[in-house]
């Protein structure tokens, strides 16, 4: 067996760190937590967990980061906007994660995560209620949201159409 020199020693770890970076990073997307003053665990990878809450009473809320969504489980970074140093970072069930939408005529929910694909549904005049999000690739979430005509529309939400700040419409 051929010893392997110093270059191709240091390509071959960068390769494998690059691989481990890729596979972590399927997301890059920022949300809203949904629920109001209940505690929310997060599950930290040694099997331990820390509760967050979202603070309604001071208006100090939740965002949170997804870096990677798996079922109905997303690897999140979350962080109160007001006071807050240290970011909570573990899973967290995408039951409580949300994002308002920034468009509140008409939203286009794509069927892939392109703003060149087919647009799979269009939702009209939603409401001030956030979309809730079943998983994400890149900065593109797939969502869904119960429409004023009591239909559940599902698509790919584009980056410039979400919302994450708890305190405005961001537009």
């Known amino acids: 067996m051929k010893p392997i020199n110093c270059l191709s020693a240091m390509v071959l770890l960068l390769l494998l760190g690059a691989s481990c970076i890729s596979q972590k990073q399927k997301c890059s997307c920022n949300s809203v937590l949904f629920y109001k003053q209940t505690e929310i665990p997060i599950f930290h990878e ?34 109160k906007i007001l006071h807050d140093t240290i970011p ?23 069927s892939h995560p392109n703003i060149n694909s087919k647009v799979k549904s269009i939702i009209i005049r939603p409401e001030w209620y956030p979309f809730n ?29 979400q919302c994450s700040n708890p305190y405005s419409t961001c537009n």
């Open 46 to 79: 040694n099997g331990n967990f820390t509760t967050i809450i979202n603070d309604t009473i001071e208006e100090n809320y939740y965002t949170v980061y997804i870096m990677s969504v798996k079922g109905k489980k997303a690897y999140v970074s979350a962080s």
């Open 133 to 161: 999000i079943l998983k994400c690739k890149g900065n593109w979430l797939y969502v869904s949201y119960l429409d004023g005509d009591g239909v559940i529309k599902e698509g790919w939400l584009p980056p410039d159409n």
């Open 88 to 110: 909570k970072i573990g899973w967290i069930e995408t039951k409580y994660l949300g994002i308002y939408a920034t468009d509140w005529t008409n939203v286009k929910l794509y």
